[in-house]
């Protein structure tokens, strides 16, 4: 039983002579690593702590922060900031002189740095009869930012006398131009206006449609596209006649055409049909002060278009 053991022992370690070959080899390749792992630290150079770089490195971070606080901070400026922003670089690309805002030339305009389209803008505003009174009124002028005017301002010089010279043209004006009523003229009658063309007479005449006729002429202020400097150059030479106001019987008047008017929208005109539904035909307009939304100044607005007969 013993012999038969020690053979199986000497059969398990028998090896022929490719496989001693091939222990060798790996045996070889161990000893290889070993010597390879002993050897190496000699041949390579530890990397020691460089703390100034260190510190150097931790500085420049801190200035990114500082940086990005500064940042937010822009972010969060206050409209007067951005105002003084603003300016500031108006006042960069800008150079201007003390200058008259009235016929001055395009060239001169350049010279104190505004763009092309900014001067085109004005010289059609005076090519329509506008002229500048005040230095506000250049604020007023489309393409001229708020910036643009805050660095101007200070140079703008407009003689006293332009102020006595407007009425003088005005009255002079007049003598050689016809007064039009605004609620009869058509649309070549208006464009005999001074400063009424083509376009400006189609938008009046759509929204005196639209109204059933002017009360006043400052609402022509309400037509769009109109602005203060415009209209008055115009309203010297307008007049309004009431009575030919069309007005709306709110008795027989379909919703539709209560919402024809601007000053009614839909919910004062659902208003105004679910009382007639309920309380039955309007007695006078004062009745129109039971309904909740029509207050003191609606009715005021509404009451010249509308009628119970």
């Not at 059609?124 to 393409?143: H, M, P, S, T, V």
């Not at 005449?205 to 115009?234: A, P, W």
């Amino acid at each position: 039983m013993k012999k038969n053991y020690t053979d199986k022992v000497k059969d398990y370690f028998d090896f022929n002579k490719t496989e001693q070959r091939g222990i060798v080899t790996l045996f070889l390749l161990i000893l290889l690593v070993i010597a390879i792992n002993l050897l190496l630290p000699c041949f390579v150079k530890k990397s020691s702590f460089d703390q100034l770089s260190y510190i150097h490195d931790i500085a420049k971070f801190k200035q990114s922060l500082t940086a990005d606080v500064d940042s937010l901070n822009f972010k969060h400026r206050s409209p007067t900031e951005y105002n003084d922003v603003d300016r500031s670089i108006a006042e960069k690309s800008l150079h201007p002189f003390p200058f008259n805002p009235n016929g001055l030339s395009e060239e001169k305009w350049k010279q104190m740095g505004l763009d092309t389209k900014q001067i085109k803008i004005i010289k059609n505003f005076e090519a329509r009869g506008g002229k500048f009174y005040k230095k506000e009124d250049l604020q007023k002028i489309y393409g001229i930012s708020e910036s643009d005017y805050r660095a101007l301002e200070p140079f703008i010089d407009i003689p006293v006398q332009q102020y006595d010279k407007k009425k003088t043209e005005l009255t002079e004006y007049k003598s050689v131009q016809k007064i039009v009523e605004i609620n009869s003229a058509d649309s070549v009658q208006l464009t005999g206006v001074r400063g009424i063309g083509p376009f400006y007479a189609r938008r009046i005449i759509k929204y005196r449609d639209r109204l059933g006729g002017f009360t006043c002429r400052e609402q022509l202020m309400e037509v769009y596209g109109m602005d203060s400097v415009h209209y008055s150059t115009i309203a010297p030479y307008i007049t309004v006649d009431p009575s030919l106001i069309r007005k709306i019987n709110i008795n027989t008047a379909t919703f539709k055409d209560l919402m024809k008017n601007p000053y009614i929208d839909y919910y004062m005109a659902s208003a105004i049909m679910k009382y007639r539904g309920k309380k039955g035909k309007f007695s006078s307009l004062d009745e129109l002060m039971n309904i909740n939304l029509i207050y003191d100044e609606v009715y005021r607005k509404i009451s010249p278009y509308l009628t119970v007969n």
